[in-house]
C-alpha cells in the first residue's frame, strides 16, 4: 500500500461557483489505478465527484482526463507512475482535471456530444460502399485493411481532441480523432467516395490543413492510432494522388518547402509565402494572390523586423549550405523521389515495395532495401483478413 495525494478539479455548474481544487487522501497499491483511486474517493469520501467510467480495462473509452496536465485514460495510468512523473516533487500528489478543448458538464465529465461527436460526424463516418454489391462479399486486399487497422483502433476517448494545439486556436478545426475516422475510409477500397471526402477536407479552412504537427495527438492517444499520421496520409492521398490543390494553400505549401530545401539544403522562410500563394517557383512572388497575402502579413513582417527577428539580409540573401552538404542534401531527395508509388500502411508497417522478395517474420515483405519495416506491437498485419471481419470501434 502506499499513500497518494489525489488534486481534483472540481466544479458544478449548477451551484454558480467558480472551479476550484480539492485533495483528498487514499491509500491504495501502486499498480491500481488512477480511475480506482477516484472511485475509492467517491465510494469512501465524497460521493458527489463527477467522473464517467465504464469498462475500466481502456476498452470503452469513457475515462479520458488530465492527469497532471496530460490527456489519458484514467483506468490505463497507474498511481505509482503518476505520482513519480516528477511532476509533483512530493512524489505522491497526482492532479486530474477535465479534458481540454470541451466544455466541463460537471467535476471530470465533459461534454463529448458538444465537440468530439459532433466532429465525428462532420466527416460522415460510414462507409459508403462501390456498386455494384458482390453477391457474397467484398474482398479487400490485404494491404488495405492493414493500412487501416490503425485507426480502426480508436475507442473514441476524445484525450487526442483534449489536447489538440490547433483546436485551442480554431475551436472549428476537424480534429486529430475525426481526421483519423475520415482515413479509415479514405484508406478502404471498397469507399466509393475517396476523393469527394479528401477534396472537402482540404478546401475546408479548418481541415486537414489546419493541423500545426505538434504531436499532441500521437503523444496523448492510449491506442496508437497516431492521428497526426493519419492527417499527413489524406494530404497526400489529396496532393499527390489527387492533384487537389486547396484554396487553402495547404498543398502548395508543402510543395514549397520541399523544393526549397531541395535547391538550398535549408529552408528560406522569406521565399515560403510568396510560393505557398502564388506557385511554387521564383515567379510565385508576383502573383496577384501572393502579393495580396504579403500585404495582409505587412504588419507581422515589419514588427518582426523591427525586433530583428528578420533582417533584409536574410531576406535576401539566404543561408547557403557547403556544396558537399547540399549535394548530400539533394542526394536525399532524389532517392526518396526515385522510389516507386508509395504503399500507404499503417505506423506498424510502412515504406515502399522495392524488395517483393524480402523474407517474413519481423520484416514485412514490402520492406525497401535499407528500410527495414518492422512490425510493432498493434494488430497483426500479416494476419489474412476478409471484408466481412468487424471493425473494433
Ligand atoms: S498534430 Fe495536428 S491534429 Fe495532432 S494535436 Fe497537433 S495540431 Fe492537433
Ligand atoms: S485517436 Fe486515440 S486519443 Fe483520439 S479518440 Fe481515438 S483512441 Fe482516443
Ligand atoms: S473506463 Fe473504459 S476506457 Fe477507462
Not at 114 to 140: F, S
Not at 193 to 200: C, F, G, H, L, T
Not at 305 to 334: F, N, S, W, Y
Request: charged share 25%; with cysteine; proline share 7%.
Amino acid at each position: 500500500m502506499a499513500e497518494y495525494t489525489l488534486k481534483l478539479r472540481r466544479y458544478n455548474p449548477e451551484s454558480g461557483e467558480a472551479p476550484f481544487w480539492e485533495e483528498f487522501q487514499i491509500e491504495l497499491e501502486p499498480h491500481r489505478s488512477v480511475l480506482e483511486g477516484i472511485l475509492k474517493v467517491k465510494a469512501e469520501i465524497d460521493g458527489s465527484v463527477g467522473i464517467r467510467c465504464s469498462c475500466r480495462a481502456a476498452i470503452c473509452g469513457s475515462c479520458g482526463v488530465r492527469i497532471n496536465g496530460r490527456a489519458g485514460l484514467a483506468c490505463h495510468t497507474h498511481l505509482g507512475h503518476a505520482a513519480d512523473s516528477g511532476v509533483h516533487a512530493d512524489g505522491r500528489t497526482i492532479t486530474v482535471e477535465p479534458m481540454g478543448n470541451m466544455p466541463i458538464l460537471k467535476d471530470l465529465i465533459v461534454d463529448m456530444d458538444a465537440v468530439h461527436w459532433k466532429k465525428i460526424q462532420r466527416v460522415t463516418p460510414w462507409l459508403i460502399n462501390k456498386e455494384p454489391v458482390p453477391e457474397r462479399e467484398y474482398i479487400v486486399p490485404h494491404e488495405n485493411m492493414v493500412d487501416v487497422t490503425q485507426t480502426m483502433a480508436c475507442i473514441q476517448c476524445g484525450a487526442c481532441v483534449s489536447d489538440c494545439l490547433s483546436m485551442e486556436v480554431d475551436p472549428l478545426f476537424v480534429g486529430p480523432a475525426a481526421s483519423a475516422r475520415a482515413y479509415r475510409f479514405v484508406g478502404d477500397p471498397r469507399d466509393a467516395e475517396q476523393y469527394e471526402r479528401v477534396k472537402d477536407l482540404a478546401e475546408d479552412r479548418h481541415g486537414i490543413y489546419d493541423c500545426t504537427h505538434c504531436f499532441n495527438c500521437i503523444e496523448a492517444c492510449p491506442k496508437g492510432v497516431a492521428p497526426m499520421s493519419q492527417i499527413m496520409r489524406l494530404r497526400r492521398v489529396a496532393g499527390a494522388d489527387h492533384g487537389i490543390v486547396d484554396r487553402n494553400n495547404g498543398h502548395r505549401h508543402e510543395q514549397a518547402f520541399v523544393t526549397l530545401v531541395k535547391e538550398g539544403g535549408l529552408l528560406h522562410e522569406a521565399e515560403l509565402l510568396p510560393r505557398s500563394y502564388g506557385g511554387d517557383s521564383w515567379f510565385g512572388k508576383f502573383h496577384p494572390a501572393a502579393g495580396q497575402e504579403l500585404l495582409s502579413s505587412l504588419p507581422v513582417i515589419t514588427t518582426a523586423l523591427l525586433r530583428g527577428k528578420v533582417t533584409p539580409k536574410g531576406v535576401l540573401a539566404p543561408h547557403k549550405l557547403p556544396k558537399d552538404a547540399l549535394a548530400a542534401v539533394q542526394a536525399i531527395t532524389e532517392k526518396v523521389e526515385r522510389r516507386r508509388p508509395r504503399n500507404e500502411l499503417n505506423l506498424y508497417i510502412t515504406g515502399y515495395d522495392d524488395s517483393p522478395g524480402a523474407g517474413d517474420g519481423d520484416v514485412h515483405p514490402l520492406a525497401a532495401d535499407g528500410d527495414a519495416m518492422t512490425s510493432a506491437p498493434g494488430p497483426n498485419p500479416h494476419r489474412p483478413t476478409s471484408a466481412s471481419e468487424s471493425e473494433s470501434a
